[in-house]
């Protein structure tokens, strides 16, 4: 089959794929958006359409999408070595540099470094890491798993009970022994008249009758993303992390903090745990690793569960885990090009200097008498649509609205992302200012003709 066929683009789309997170309603009315190239922010479809992603691809491209310096390490990689596993005592010195590199850019003093090819494989490993731990430690009944309500941690069928989704009840998920705690979100779960600092004491003490019912014994580590990002971009109520994470260290149990969108500069800061002031015992990297270039997670484990993990290994001999594709060399070249690029080539540094015009531009849309918040930090944000802006009462699901305002904006040549009742805004690093207002205004029209059709 090829271009002789002629059926158009969106047909052939329906007929040969299945379709993931993917409301099929929308792409039955309007047919899947077949897309050629890229170039800095925007996209191009098969109809040489151009759009603004606002969600730089699934919150990983970063640098753009023909961004020469990681398409020539790419290159440069293909052609030197282009594949290896890191099986049997073998490695690429790509994998070494790598490792080295995220270390020493990680807030640990020392540690170790174990890569997937997904942060879903990253966080399943993580998971596997500490089963294997604890049971090597003489405690193999720890083996539950605390998690939040709204955390994306991936779909692997353990990355996916620790996902706090409804929709994965279809897949008779979470398997037993992940426990979903109350997300921190005091816009909407805050109490009448409860204070912030109340909520999240609130929250804090939620955690400490968990332990108390379930066994501090009987739990092998919390994992929590800084910010929840396909939750909807909830930001922490003000303390979170510093009221949970003596709770936890009490009682033993490792913080994990899933950095797999937080991590390399989204939140301002190279790391989420740096913008929200906590140090985790391990990191979970992916997305932003490789800029989106190549598909690669990593688990950036801290000096004591390295040490830990190192003495469990050596007990039996081998740590009987890893993919085929673990640290392939052209994904690490690509990755120690995509850190350097955002660190050093001032892509972080345009997140800061810009965040105060992203946030300004939402807070003017966030006037409209249907958005009920506009929340975020850095570079990620999302705007809530509600029926009723006093009450926060939602819409009413069935009128799809953030669909609609997602679809709307497509026809505006804008990409931005329904979730939920909101919706989500992650835009490139390299966003120039005019870009910026131009994603604004873009939205602004969509979320106008949408409003005037439901309201
Ligand atoms: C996307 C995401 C994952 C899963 O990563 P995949 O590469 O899609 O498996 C895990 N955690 C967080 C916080 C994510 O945003």
Redesign the pocket.
Known sequence: MNDQSPKTWEARADAATFYGFTDLPTVKARGAVVLTHGKGPYIYDVHGREYLDANSG??NMVAGFDHPGLIAAAQEQYARFPGYHAFFGRISDQAVMLAETLVEVSPFETGKVFFT???????DTMVKMLWFLWASEGQPQRRKILTRWN??????AV?ASMTGKPYNSVFGLPLPGFIHLTCPHYWREGREGESEEQFTQRMAQELEDTIAREGADTIAGFFA?PV???GGVIVPSQGYFQAVAPILKRHGIPLIA?????GFGRTGNTWGCETFGFVPDAI?S??NLTAGFF?M?AVILGPELSDRLQRASEAIEEFPHGFTASGHPVGCAIALKAIDVVMNDGLAENVRRLTPRFQAGLAKLAEHPHIGEWRGVGFMAALEAVADKATKRPFDSKLSVSERIANASTDEGLICRPLGQSIVLAPPFILTEAQMDEMFAKLGRALDRVFAEVA
Not at 151 to 156: C, D, I, K, M, R
Not at 258 to 262: G, H
């Open positions: 699934l919150w090819n997904s942060g879903s494989e990253a966080n955390a994306y941690h991936g779909v692997t990355s993303e929840q990002g396909a899933d950095e797999v969108i937080c979970i992916s997305k598909p997670g």
